[in-house]
């Protein structure tokens, strides 16, 4: 395996420049109006991975998604093989304009795609398992498909895509065969934000995270959403801010003394200087929070974001299920059993707290008959209804649990909206306009995730 040296911060790494630099260049003659990425779920993990490819000569890569993360991240110790890769310099703009960016100034070992001499150095996350560490950032080919469904293809390329060199231990705990993490967030150098200026189409991806044993998809630019048969869900998206929260919720926990400076969770420290950086998350205002129609009573406070970044509510597909704060949970589940008195409870199953005789629950078009949760966000014209099939989880014993979990008194936020109850979701995030469509549950609009077409 490579080792990076000790990182030395390059001068002017962490200045943040307020300017737009694209790492790839454009498509000659114009580019394709939209790419896609196929998403499928992994039953072990209960992770969503894609397939992409890369490299010259080019080979597919299977990675997780990650609504978090600063970049897209691949391991380039196992067989990392290209002609076509480049490191960033030190000292170049996309370095300077990374705040927790370092310079590896010699390399230890042979020169290779993880370990250049004078390059830019950022620190990789595997976001399921919480562990980081530095990795050289690089260019290189990126491929991706611009149909989906009957067949994707074909490939639309970015010939200079910029990317962190991770290290095999990093994908410990991803799904069997990913290498990598595909970053989908609102930071300058995640997927949309680099595809949008390289294909030169709007800054805004839509998300269909399907359940397992079928197919969903990331579309990122202009294209329409039409799913079989004959379901167009363009202009009838509800939207709700995103809001950004001015703390980063995204913890480093590193400490380099022979650098002398510190990243935390919420701050960047050098030579006693200190810069706050905003979280690159997707957070929404939701101010309540529904079940069969009837408020749950909650303390307001938690559901704002507080000046240190705590609180609030944000979306992640690297958490299985949504994470409530220890009194909201509470409420919710109190809320739901009295809703459910007349059904047998079943024994609980961690990680949940609330379940029932499967046996005992009927079955919609919309899954579990159970009662409804409905997310406020920001009043109730814009409410996202959660039906059975995205509050209720199966368990092997046959109980039916309602899907969400305990995240204790003091969690840095306090509503994490995790994948399964985003699952045939159709969720718009539109970084231009800083908004997040969302169209309900597909099967009630006979449709699902698996069914989306384009080209």
């Given at each position: 395996m490579a080792r990076l040296p000790p990182l030395a911060v390059a001068s002017g790494a962490l200045l943040l420049l307020f300017v737009s630099v694209s790492p790839c260049r454009a498509v000659a003659?114009?580019?394709?109006?939209?790419?896609?990425?196929?998403?499928?779920?992994?039953?072990?993990?209960?992770?969503?991975?894609?397939?992409?490819?890369?490299?010259?000569?080019?080979?597919?890569?299977?990675?997780?998604?990650d609504l978090a993360g600063t970049m897209l991240w691949v391991d380039c110790d196992a067989g990392y093989v290209s002609s076509s890769y480049a490191g960033v310099r030190c000292g170049a703009k996309p370095c300077r304009l990374l705040k927790n960016a370092g310079c590896a100034i010699t390399c230890l070992d042979a020169v290779s795609a993880g370990c250049l001499n004078d390059t830019c150095s950022e620190f990789p996350k595997n976001t399921a398992t919480s562990v980081s560490t530095a990795g050289n950032i690089i260019t290189d080919v990126l491929?991706?498909?611009?149909?989906?469904?009957?067949?994707?293809?074909?490939?639309?390329?970015?010939?200079?895509?910029?990317?962190?060199c991770g290290h095999t231990f990093l994908t410990q705990g991803l799904a069997d065969g990913a290498t990598g993490m595909v970053s989908l967030s609102r930071a300058r150098f995640a997927l949309p934000t680099q595809l949008a200026d390289t294909f030169g189409f709007s800054r805004k991806f839509a998300l269909c995270l399907p359940?397992?044993?079928?197919?969903?998809?990331?579309?990122?630019?202009?294209?329409?959403?039409?799913?079989?048969?004959?379901v167009d869900?363009?202009?009838?998206?509800?939207?709700?801010?995103?809001?950004?929260?001015?703390v980063s919720t995204?913890?480093?926990?590193?400490?380099?003394?022979?650098?002398?400076?510190?990243?935390?969770?919420?701050?960047?420290?050098?030579?006693?200087?200190?810069?706050?950086?905003?979280?690159?998350?997707y957070f929404v205002s939701l101010t309540g929070i529904k079940v069969n129609g009837h408020t749950v009573p909650v303390n307001a406070t938690l559901l704002a974001i507080?000046?240190?970044?705590?609180?609030?509510?944000?979306?992640?597909?690297?958490?299985?299920?949504?994470?409530?704060?220890?009194?909201?949970?509470?409420?919710?589940?109190?809320?739901?059993?009295?809703?459910?008195?007349?059904?047998?409870?079943?024994?609980?199953?961690?990680?949940?707290k609330l379940c029932y005789d499967g046996r005992k629950v009927g079955s919609t078009r919309v899954g579990p008959a159970v009662p409804t949760i409905e997310l406020v966000l920001q009043s109730t014209a814009a409410s996202w209804v959660v039906f059975g099939a995205n509050s209720m989880v199966a368990t092997k014993g046959g109980a039916l649990c309602l899907g969400v979990v305990d995240a204790g008194t003091e969690p840095q936020t306090s509503v994490v909206i995790g994948g399964h109850m985003m699952e045939d979701n159709l969720l718009e995030f539109d970084l231009e306009a800083s908004r997040l469509g969302f169209s309900s549950y597909l099967p009630s609009r006979q449709t699902t995730c698996n069914n989306f077409r384009l080209g």
């Open positions: 003659g114009g580019g394709p109006s939209s790419v896609v990425l196929p998403v499928s779920k992994d039953d072990a993990t209960q992770q969503y991975v894609t397939m992409f490819r890369q490299r010259t000569p080019q080979v597919p890569v299977k990675a997780v998604l491929s991706l498909p611009t149909t989906f469904r009957p067949a994707p293809g074909p490939l639309a390329t970015a010939p200079a895509f910029l990317f962190t359940p397992a044993s079928a197919a969903g998809v990331v579309v990122f630019g202009d294209a329409p959403y039409t799913f079989q048969p004959g869900l363009s202009k009838s998206l509800i939207y709700t801010p995103l809001l950004v929260n001015p995204a913890p480093y926990g590193r400490k380099d003394k022979t650098t002398k400076y510190f990243i935390g969770e919420t701050t960047i420290q050098l030579k006693g200087r200190v810069w706050r950086e905003k979280s690159t998350d507080d000046k240190k970044g705590v609180g609030g509510t944000k979306l992640s597909t690297v958490s299985p299920y949504t994470v409530l704060e220890r009194s909201i949970h509470q409420a919710v589940t109190d809320a739901f059993a009295k809703e459910m008195a007349a059904i047998p409870r079943a024994p609980a199953v961690e990680p949940f």
